[in-house]
């Protein structure tokens, strides 16, 4: 692509051609306001507070529909262009409930952010929002129709970058809405609670499901004693929700913070993602040498496994036995620690602070109760720790950094890039090459596995054994191998899949403003931690090690087939 | 129906209807035939020096729209008729279809030719079944004459004309939420670049027409553009159906040469205004028209003239309101019309025709102050400024003309109780 020059508010730049004039202005340091807009999408172009003046056209435009052209001449602080603007705003919050004050979003709302900006003082025009039910039908994900302002993000994510599609835009004129098939509840149809609709909503219309106080509740109740487990990709994605760059490393701030908190031991999800590899790997060894289902297929994200279990049970006998590591965490938590530490299991209060509202699904499943009691208590995302923050008036830039209890808390390099699509695939090549062939990897980077590419294959040499192994993020890629899969097109042997694009560093309980941009740079992040890390195979934690000779025996052994493992291809049978 | 019986495009009485037989004996197919004798670049040519526009109400010249789906590499491509005649007080295409089937016929099967669209879809309006039905029998009766379908008069030239059935939207005449409805997707508009006639219905090259416009090509091609240029005006040539009605002693359809004024039109066609009666304003384009008051009658139907005063020529509607006629419930009409045909996609559109609506509520209810007026204008810009398809553009026009030319009738609808407040306030 070549350069063009534009007028910009009477300033000629140099831009490059074909981009939109939405993305010249902001190139030239100019954010024009967008609610509809989001960089991962395909241009919607409906809510049109991002119109501009181009000379020679009558009407407005919109910048983030139209092209810069040679020599186009754009105003966009115009009188007109103000007024107009300002107009789409009153004419949004005329028809939106103004309990600003009081909604979830409150200040991280986008439209809010517009409104003050453009110092949106008074709301004329008639009170035309809804009362439509609240639709708090999952335990997941909470959808306030009342606050929709039609932008279309959601439907255009779970329909395109999912390929899920329960969310629509029907009826016309005012009574538009965009929601579930007519008029259904979530709980009602296939959604598979990852979120990603969440993410993207601009303003208050779908977020997660607020479990704060269930936490407090737990941090306040003396007999209690409250531990709490974070998943890798929290570390890389915190700061963001205080003013950090994304792809701030602050493993040691979130510690302190959750310790400041109260909570009785800061353990890491890291560590039963270590645990999980070990029971996992074995388990593709296992299928491997016996014959067994084959390609294994991860069970780490409960997205995807919402995903499959609605759309290909077919596919349940491929996928992992294992139990993802937040349940996993639990499990160990209410058995093991909970022996270890001498405290009753009912006491015990699990907490996880998760990238992720399917997870909250998940914790609640009648399956992941094997401790006798419910493993997981409660799961915050990672916007919901951060609202506990704030509300605690904790200074997150002035924390000292702290470190992970043992011995939940040890964990090596190859866990934390669980949190990124490619991870667990790497993480359990690594593992799996050193116990298949008995040496030593000399390099433990596998880049081939590596990358934002929505579905990935590598073929891995473990000494003359050639395994064929595939990665799918999103579930629009997920669909694609399933398909592979499904026709019997593809011989692999191993596959990771994750639900939400980027993996984990992507889902949708993450900050707000997550785009491919984004995701990139905490995917580096995680990276890094596992390259700063000392140890970095799983099998080498020696936490989990202890873990083994102390309680479970052996991977795939009979307790960790009581504690760490679910039985889904017999469920998958019962089905058919 | 011409009043001077002048020789015009559509040269037939109101009563009559144009058989197979009888349009091939008036030189129906010549034009087909001629343009399957020589080059389709001569016929674009033709229809280019004839300076043919769009009759739809975007008058974007057809020769060139034509030659868009002709130079696009991807082949598959498809020609629409659009029939989906939803302007209120517009019934110029029923007529042409119902009267001139052929003459509809033969212009789609020429525009195919040229363009290189070997598939074509007639999208007609629901609420005409008589249309669909006198459309259909004309197909079956071309193709068995060996004039659409296959090997079109041995040319080896086919196409395969279809009617399609809309279902009720207004929405649905703009041309890509046109074609989201036969695609099966929800009658929305597109984002525009892609054109249609880069890609268009299921993403293939496509020419969409009005009716009116096709029905031109036949009689340009046949006589040439030079004859078609001897109509009109040097700047708007031919001719242009004019839908007459409302306050008029004499109301129907015409026929007329442009340049005509809007005058003229009224007094000459439609033999004034009823007696005792004064013409006070008339809304030309339709309900997305503009509503202008009887001093701007004197300019000439032109599209320059026009576009310079402020008047949508639109569809060719010509609705007169005389003096017996409150301006205020009029405007409101339209609003509740264009709120309910809103497909709800963009804000401005949406929100801002809501709000057009309760205010208009009020001012008729003696509910309104002044500054609502004043609100009323903000809106009414935004709704043309911002809109997200013509639909909402246009949707303010009649509430931008009437707030220029008949402020004072919006003024006299405040309340005086509401006047007071405002003022103590």
Known sequence: MGNIEITLNGRTVSVLENISILEAAKRNGIYLPTLCHHPDQRVKANCRVCVVEVEGVRNLVASCST???????????????????RTILELIFADHPQECLTCIRNEKCELRQIASRFGINSIQGAKTANNYPVDTSTPSIVRNPNKCIKCGRCAEVCHHTQEVGVLY??????????????????????????????AVCPVGAIHEKDDTDQVWAALADPGKHVVVQTAPSVRVSIAEEFNM??????????????????????????????????EEGHELLHRIQNGGVLPLITSCSPGWINYAEKYYPELLPNISTCKSPQQMFGAVAKTFYAKRSGIAPEDIYVVSVMPCTAKKYEAIQPEMRSSGYQDVDAVLTTRELARILRHEGIDFSMLEESEYDSPLGTSTGAAAIFGTTGGVMEAALRSVYEIVTGETLSKLDFSEVRGLEGVRSAS???????????????????????????????????IEVMCCPGGCIGGGGQPYGTTQEVRKKRMEALYQVDSDMPLRKSHENPAVIELYQEFFGEPMGELSHRYLHIERAEEAEAVI | MGVNNKELVFNISREEFVDLKTYRERGGYTALQKALRQPPESSIQELKSAGLRGRGGAAFPTAVKIEMVRNNGETG???????????????????????????????????????????????????????????????????????LGEDILGSGIRLKLEIFSGAGSYLCGEETALLSSIEGRKGRPRVKPPYPTQSGLWNKPTLINNVETLANIPKIIEKGSGWYRSIGTADSTGTKLISLSGDVVNRGLIEVPFGITFADIIEEYGLGAKPGRTVKAVNIGGASGVLVPGFMLETPLEYTACAKAGITIGSGAIFVLDDTRPILPNVHNRVKFFLHESCGKCTPCREGLRQANVILSK???????????????????????????????????????SLEYFHEEYLAACGQECRDKEETA
């Open chain 2, 363 to 401: 001012l008729l209810s003696g509910m309104a102050t002044e500054s609502d007026v004043v609100l009323l204008e903000r809106y009414t810009r935004a709704i043309q400024e911002a809109s997200f398809c013509g639909l909402g553009q246009a949707a303010g026009n009649s509430l931008k003309s």
């Open chain 1, 245 to 278: 760059p994304p792809g701030s490393i602050q493993t040691g701030k979130l510690v302190a913070a959750l310790r400041s908190l109260g909570f009785e031991r800061v353990f890491d999800t890291d560590f039963s993602a270590d645990l999980t590899i070990m």
């Open chain 2, 77 to 147: 491509r498809y020609v629409i008729c659009n029939a989906d005649e939803g302007e209120p007080g517009t019934f110029k295409d029923r007529f042409i279809m119902t009267h001139l089937p052929f003459q509809v016929i033969e212009g789609i099967t020429l525009a195919a030719y040229l363009a290189g669209a070997e598939n074509g879809y007639i999208y007609v309006r629901h609420e005409y079944p008589e249309v669909q039905r006198i459309l259909r029998e004309s197909i079956k009766e071309a193709e068995e004459a060996g004039l």
């Open chain 1, 460 to 494: 891995v040499d473990l000494k003359g054994k050639e395994v064929k192994v595939a990665i799918a993020h999103g579930l629009a890629n997920a669909k694609k191998i399933a398909e592979k899969i499904k026709a019997g097109e593809e011989d692999y042997t191993f």
């Open chain 1, 169 to 198: 835009s029907h009826n016309r004129s005012t009574e538009i809405m965009i929601s579930p098939e007519y008029g259904k509840n979530l709980s009602e149809v296939g959604c598979v609670l990852c979120g990603q609709c969440a």
């Open chain 1, 67 to 85: 092209a810069v052209r040679e020599g186009m001449k754009i105003t966009t602080n115009s009188p007109r262009v103000r007024e107009t603007v």
